[in-house]
């Protein structure tokens, strides 16, 4: 998170929020109020977003400027502005604008929107000067969308519930490469669920804590992989490249497309380069 004085004596601050992965994702049940209960493993990937916040804002409330890759709906119903929203009904703030640079896919199992609305309240938080605890933004993120109070920490964890019960685990992987492939495809979150029968009569994931690559290969899997994709055959396509690249573990993100393969050492070059037109990709090695 950096800060910097804006144009006309405004003050600016620029925060980066990134991608996650689902190393592992159990749909376990539907709940009285439509939710899910899930249990994955979240692991925060440095494939980031933009986002400024510019203070004071030139209009009332909360204006948001988009740059980069379109996001559908109205920009006043995005996260960012119901992060505002929300602080704004406990907080005397001022108007504020902020400026989001998307280079996250939308539709693409990264969580990238409920990123953009965690960091928001984080940004909010710290320029403002509010004081809210990380425990105390959690509760707020857990008002804005499912995932986003796994983003106010930002680490490794362990999520439950619909995913506002977030758990820091340990994983180990020093060393490790990590390739995400997006093929392009966008996937409608609650029309996923619809393919998927919850089963709750099977272990959870804590045991998986403390463990790398190799414990999970053909054992920790996502209940969305198989249905989305027989679906969708183009991302089957992009985890089998990942796996006939020499991936340990390969598996889908969320409720896809992006895929992502742990190696131990760095992906071939012709492995980038065989990829389809439309197709995008991020790698790094750990510590990220």
Known sequence: MATSMAEHGKKSQVAFPN????????????????????????????????????????????????????????????????????????????????????????????????????????????????????????????????DCPFFIRNVPARVTGRGEHSTPIHLNLSGWHIALINPGVHIHTSQAFDWIVPNDNRPGLSEWAGTSPPDWAGKLTNDFTGPVCERHPMVREALNSLLNAGAAYAEMSGSGSTVFGFFEDMPPKQWTAQMPEGWRHWSGQFPL
């Open 19 to 146: 991608a996650k992965v689902n190393l592992g994702l159990q749909v376990r049940g539907q709940r009285a109020d439509g939710f899910h209960d899930l249990d994955s493993l979240f692991l925060p990937v440095p494939w980031c977003d933009t986002l400024e916040l510019v203070s004071p804002g030139s209009g009332k409330g909360c204006l948001l400027n988009l740059h980069g890759n379109p996001i559908k709906g109205n920009p006043s119903d995005n996260l960012i502005c119901r992060a505002y929203s929300l602080l704004s009904e406990r907080h005397a703030i001022p108007p504020v604008d902020f400026h989001l640079i998307k280079v996250l896919p939308s539709g693409a199992g990264l969580g990238g929107g409920s990123a953009n609305g965690a960091f928001a309240l984080t940004l909010l938080n710290a320029h403002f000067e509010l004081g809210l605890s990380p425990v105390e933004l959690e509760g707020i993120a857990a008002e804005l969308g499912s």
